[in-house]
């Protein structure tokens, strides 16, 4: 497609509950980022897909948080037993090179209730 | 341990004046600095960028300063225009190309 594009844009859901959410790159990216943005902070920094190379999953915050990306293209964020530290605008981005700007989705905003 | 600081929540500056967005950072193995602006309800977009064998790029209102031996770099706006209010973010990063976000600061441009 045109732009990396994201869903669901809203997501609300209860305390416990599992959510995925969806993300899928440029055509024929190679590198798959995501981010998060709590209220009042910056961009933190999740896990990083590059071709066939195993991810980075340095920074996803606990073993609640996992993430796959299937044929080198789509990518889902599974977060279980959602908690309300978890509500965030979660953002999906991708880029074509191992350098340069990343092209950023409009991002998922996970409100945990 | 933030590796990338932008220490000004916000910044307010006069339409036709210049803004200054300043970042700093701590890991001396960056060498590829970004800077995204960022509108609410959408993703950050792509502003310009420098590499670290460069000291200055500039790309018609806008114009970014790195200063390697001070770890510091900053973005030029002018003139300032009220479209330019937004939060602005500056990201670095190293060989792996991961990028490395600071914090924002709203810029607002007043009429």
């Known amino acids: 497609g045109a732009g990396v594009s994201q869903s669901p844009s809203n997501k609300v859901t209860e305390k416990g509950k599992d959510v995925e959410l969806r993300c899928d790159p440029i055509?024929?990216?190679?590198?798959l980022y995501w981010y998060r943005q709590s209220l009042g902070q910056g961009l933190e920094f999740l896990i990083y897909?590059?071709?066939?190379?195993?991810?980075?999953k340095s920074g996803l915050p606990s073993d609640r948080f996992s993430a796959e990306r299937t044929g080198g293209s789509v990518s889902t964020l599974t977060i279980q037993r959602t908690q309300q530290e978890d509500s965030a605008v979660y953002l999906c981005?991708?880029?074509?090179?191992?350098?340069?700007?990343?092209?950023f989705g409009s991002g998922t905003r996970l409100t945990v209730v | 341990d933030q590796q990338v600081k932008q220490n000004s929540p916000s910044l307010s500056v006069q339409e036709g004046r210049i803004s200054i967005l300043n970042c700093d950072y701590t890991n001396s193995m960056f060498d590829y600095f970004l800077w995204y602006k960022k509108y609410p309800a959408e993703g950050p977009t792509f502003l310009i960028s420098i590499s670290s064998i460069k000291d200055k790029n500039e790309d018609g209102r806008f114009t970014v300063f790195l200063n390697k031996s001070a770890k510091h770099l900053s973005l030029h706006i002018v003139p300032s225009q009220p479209g330019d209010s937004a939060v602005y973010f500056c990201?670095?990063?190293?060989?792996?190309?991961?990028?490395?976000f600071g914090k924002g600061i709203t810029l607002s441009v007043r009429p």
């Open positions: 897909f590059q071709g066939n190379s195993a991810p980075d």
């Open positions: 990201a670095a990063a190293g060989a792996n190309s991961k990028l490395t």
């Open positions: 055509s024929g990216h190679t590198a």
């Open positions: 981005a991708s880029s074509l090179y191992t350098s340069g700007g990343y092209t």
